[in-house]
């Protein structure tokens, strides 16, 4: 969240920044909380993030965009939860040492900020949520394709909702469109401000010490999130899993200029494969005592995301259309915003006289008509 403040800021403000990372944050205790209430087997762990830097350009602009919650405000405890986040940027009077930069465990990095994150299995955890949700009387449809919602509801103020598979048509006074980067095939009014857009993950592991060969060594076990900025949108990030093997994401830098492959692309049959080569010299290139691991990307696969023109989702009424509510539009980076959208937009659905301002979703969020006609185009600069 700390990557993006900068634009934030010049954007929207300090303050409707500070509230976005507040809200990210606040979602870290209440998964935690849910997950443990309701005894959801996911993988839930705790830890810390590192946020690494290996180049100049991109640290600078950083640390340029952050100055303003560190400064004053800061110093009089105005955003207390920057108290958290430990910034190692290195300044003409206090370079770092690598002693600062060991505790990364990465090599050649220039400065980072770590802050408490958290991980899940997130298939896990949304199936034990609708497990409960059906328990509780929920009538799920899966393998149901919407076809078309009608362009106006009729006399008695229903939508019409059509669908496929021969499971015929629904009428409802609410609909609430969860639909992230397939939104605009029902709502064609959202096809500026949110794009499918593609994007990859892969499980790297390390080979059973009988395949090893006799220098490969086991490496040391990763306890900590990550992010790894090699270069303006060139790195990975990644979560380790309790086996030693890890999840990396992003590497976008290795497809970005093969537009078609992953642009206003919705296709997720077809897996990105110009990662490959980076993943597999991934963890040696990057991580301190990996370099004679052998570990090597097991399995990539494609999953397709919603970006949004401005970056920001889409949450609240469908402009001009009453009884439409959406939330999407969640720029490959739902975990920290998704689940308090969701509650907040069935406080929507439920109670006629709860606005969005009643929510407490960041200001910034709010689907509206001038954010349709987006004067922004983030979707070719992620
Ligand atoms: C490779 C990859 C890596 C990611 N890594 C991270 C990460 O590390 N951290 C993070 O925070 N986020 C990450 N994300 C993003 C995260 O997965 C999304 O933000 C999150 O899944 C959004 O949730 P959602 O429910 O809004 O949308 P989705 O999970 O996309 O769900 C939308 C659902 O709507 C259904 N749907 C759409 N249209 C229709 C229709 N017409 N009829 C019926 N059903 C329909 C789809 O089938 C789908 O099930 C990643 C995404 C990808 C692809």
Redesign the pocket.
């Known amino acids: 969240m700390y990557g993006h403040a900068a634009k934030f800021i010049t954007r929207h403000g300090i303050e409707a920044t500070a509230e976005m990372i507040k809200y990210e944050i606040s979602h870290l205790r209440i998964l935690a909380d849910v997950i443990e209430r309701e005894k959801i087997d996911c993988d839930l762990t705790l830890t810390r993030s590192f946020d690494v830097y290996f180049d100049q350009e991109v640290m600078d602009k950083v640390r340029h965009g952050v100055e303003p919650l560190l400064s004053d405000s800061y110093q009089q405890g105005k955003y207390e939860f920057m108290k958290d986040a430990d910034f190692r940027f290195p300044t003409t009077d206090h370079p770092l040492t690598e002693e600062d930069l060991k505790e990364t465990k990465v090599k050649g990095a220039k400065g980072f900020v770590s802050f408490p994150a958290g991980h899940i299995w997130p298939y896990k955890f949304i199936s034990g949520l609708l497990e409960i949700a059906v328990s509780k009387g929920l009538n799920l449809q899966t393998n149901?394709?919407?076809l078309e919602i009608s362009p106006q509801r009729d006399e008695e103020g229903y939508w019409k909702i059509s669908t496929g598979n021969d499971r015929g048509v629904i009428r409802a006074r609410k609909v609430i469109l969860?639909?992230?980067?397939?939104t605009s095939?029902?709502a064609p009014e959202y096809a500026k401000a949110i794009v499918p857009c593609k994007?990859?993950?892969c499980h790297i592991v390390i080979p059973q010490s009988s395949d090893q060969d006799a220098d490969q060594k086991l490496p040391p076990r990763l306890t900590n999130t990550y992010v790894t900025r090699h270069g303006s949108g060139a790195g990975g990030?990644l979560i380790p899993r309790p086996d030693g093997s890890v999840i990396v994401?992003g590497t976008s830098h290795t497809f970005t200029p093969f537009l078609e492959q992953w642009h206003n692309n919705p296709n997720d049959d077809v897996l990105i494969d110009a990662a490959k080569q980076y993943l597999d010299g991934y963890m040696q290139r990057t991580f301190v005592g990996w370099e004679n691991s052998g570990a090597y990307s097991r399995e990539i696969w494609t999953?397709?995301?919603g970006y949004s023109a401005d970056s920001l989702p889409h949450i609240g009424v469908v402009p001009s259309k009453e009884g439409q509510l959406i939330?999407?539009g969640?720029n490959?980076?739902?975990?920290?915003v998704?689940f308090l959208a969701g509650k907040a937009i069935a406080q929507m659905a439920l109670c006629d006289n709860v606005i969005f301002e009643d929510t407490g979703l960041p200001r910034v969020y709010k689907t509206t008509s001038d954010r349709l006609e987006t004067k922004y185009n983030d979707t070719l600069q992620p």
């Open positions: 149901t394709p919407v969860a639909t992230n980067a397939y095939a029902l994007g990859l993950c990030y994401g999953g397709v995301m939330l999407a969640f490959g980076h739902g975990m920290p998704c």
